[in-house]
């Protein structure tokens, strides 16, 4: 009991709460709720294992936060303002304990839902970079705006429910999550909208806004018996679908690409600019922390599709590509191995450990990533497409194999495209000529791609705060958009890890997934007819 009053009485403390919390104090609870500086969560979650009673765990919950505000060194001071209230719990009547209750859970479930929302609305906000948006030409500018999100699929949530025993679980259902993460995702305004772990079937019901609002799609589900994939959102009136390819990393046997992990290429034309095209890609990489080795395999598969759709021409300053815009989750934190592949255009792996790192592991990795049975060279290119790009000749063919229907034949079918140039049961280094001056390898210890791509996000601040787009054990960044060719106007701001720790768990009654989506404003340069 606080200090310097006693409260005497019989009436059972639950029911001194309920009245309590009837008489019109709940508007005094609610701003003592508001000031305190300890996390109201925090003290009623304690509060709830020491006495089972909700009502009683709310009171106690009060008493603790007002001890936090009110000085207890003048007995009389707290007497007076407790007194009023006490007096009028024992005028109520006790029968409508259980709603009284009800009203005050669902009152302070709205109060701090509204606080939650407005305090996540301030740290999402667009932030301009460089010259910002009014610097485009309507004539001569195309706005793409892009959004992408690991929305978790409910069966993922489910199987794995131990990560989520801290969250408030009324917030976990998908029935309250799906027009949460709908909601976020509408209000961006995007005209591309890239989604990792799209629930099969969930998958219809998800769309009908969507297609409500003029919204075409791609659809990609994880390879075997994984319910989910990507979805790839395009505006129908604004993009008309080239050419695209659905990526599966489940390629071979060997441990190195053998996952279900997918991903999406799909290269778009303007319809009011049909000259002008840009390639779009998304993919999910392989979750597991200590095998980068394998998401660097995956990387490598997915920039030679890449490459293989958003090549124009062959010009004296090298191969000339369409803007590209390479986004997802992607598993792993900024500056890491991977990572630098991706934005410097060149990795060694040779010698390094399975996490990338250099003394790092038992197994090192020798001068063989991918099998070379692939054809996939160590400059992220389709050996085939390649040799008919110099040569003139050749089926142009890739070794990739895919499920779908659309995409190429199956491992047997292809087996008669097998080059003679390459010795594909060979783990050795290989250099092949392909006409004078040009080269493929394979198995050279190093990989290398042909893209100048950079981060939207520079997942640091300037006063040294690090960005964070999802927790696992700790806030990190594990998404991103990356891109070339095209200029960045604005981005939808991640908070930092700092503000995320102000955050309750995610999801939650704000924000309707375990990941925050990423966004981007880019000004495509129309080409001339």
Not at 419 to 439: F, L, R
Request: with cysteine.
């Amino acid at each position: 009991m606080i200090a310097g009053y006693k409260l005497v009485t019989t009436v059972p403390l639950a029911n001194v709460a309920c009245r309590f919390l009837h008489i019109g104090a709940l508007d005094q609870a609610l701003k003592i709720f508001h000031m305190s500086e300890i996390p109201f969560k925090h003290l009623l979650l304690g509060n709830l294992r020491k006495c089972a009673p909700v009502p009683e765990a709310l009171y106690s919950t009060y008493i603790n936060l007002l001890k936090s505000k009110l000085s207890c060194s003048d007995g009389e001071e707290l007497g007076n303002t407790m007194e009023p209230l006490i007096d009028v719990c024992f005028a109520q009547n006790e029968s409508s304990n259980c709603q009284m209750t009800n009203n005050f859970v669902q009152s302070m479930t709205n109060f701090q839902y509204g606080t939650s929302r407005k305090n996540y609305r301030e740290l999402r906000q667009w932030k301009s970079v460089g010259n910002g948006i009014s610097s485009t030409i309507p004539e001569s500018d195309f706005i793409l705006r892009l959004l992408t999100y690991n929305i978790l699929a409910q069966n993922l949530l489910e199987t794995h429910s131990y990560l989520y025993n801290y969250h408030n679980k009324n917030a976990l259902s998908w029935e309250g999550r799906k027009p949460l993460i709908q909601q976020e995702i509408i209000e961006a305004g995007a005209n591309v909208i890239c989604i990792q772990e799209m629930q099969l079937d969930h998958l219809e019901e998800f769309l009908l806004p969507f297609k409500a609002n003029g919204f075409d799609y791609l659809y990609k589900k994880r390879t075997n018996e994984m319910g989910d994939g990507l979805l790839l959102l395009f505006r129908r009136n604004q993009f008309k679908l080239v050419d695209y390819v659905y990526v599966e990393y489940n390629q071979t046997s060997s441990d190195i690409l053998n996952r279900d992990n997918v991903g999406i290429v799909a290269k778009f034309s303007l319809k009011e600019s049909p000259e002008t095209h840009i390639v779009i890609s998304t993919t999910h990489l392989l979750y597991n922390p200590k095998r980068s080795d394998v998401r660097l395999a995956q990387t490598q598969v997915l920039f030679a599709e890449v490459e293989r759709l958003s090549f124009i021409e062959n010009t004296r300053d090298g191969p000339k590509y369409h803007p590209i815009i390479v986004c997802g989750d992607f598993n792993l934190q900024p500056f890491t191995g991977v990572y630098k592949f991706i934005t410097d255009g060149s990795f060694q792996y040779l010698g390094k450990g399975r996490e990338l790192q250099e003394n790092s592991g038992f197994r090192r990795l020798n001068n063989t990533l991918i099998p070379s049975c692939l054809l996939i060279t160590d400059n992220c290119q389709h050996f085939n497409v390649l040799a008919r790009r110099l040569r003139g000749s050749g089926d142009g063919h890739t070794m990739l194999y895919s499920r779908e229907s659309n995409c190429n034949q199956n491992r047997k079918c292809l087996e008669h495209m097998l080059t003679n140039e390459v010795d594909i049961n060979s783990s050795d280094y290989q250099k092949i000529a392909i006409i004078d001056g040009e080269y493929a390898t394979f198995s050279s210890g190093a990989l290398s791609h042909p893209f100048k791509l950079k981060s939207v996000y520079s997942h640091v601040k300037n006063n040294g705060e690090l960005e964070a787009s999802t927790h696992q054990d700790e806030w990190i960044t594990v998404d991103y958009i990356f891109y070339t060719d095209i200029e960045l106007l604005d981005r939808y701001r991640l908070p930092t890890v700092a503000e995320c720790r102000q955050l309750p768990h995610i999801p939650n009654f704000v924000v309707g997934s375990d990941h925050l989506c990423l966004g981007a404003t880019f000004k495509l340069k129309k080409r001339a007819l």
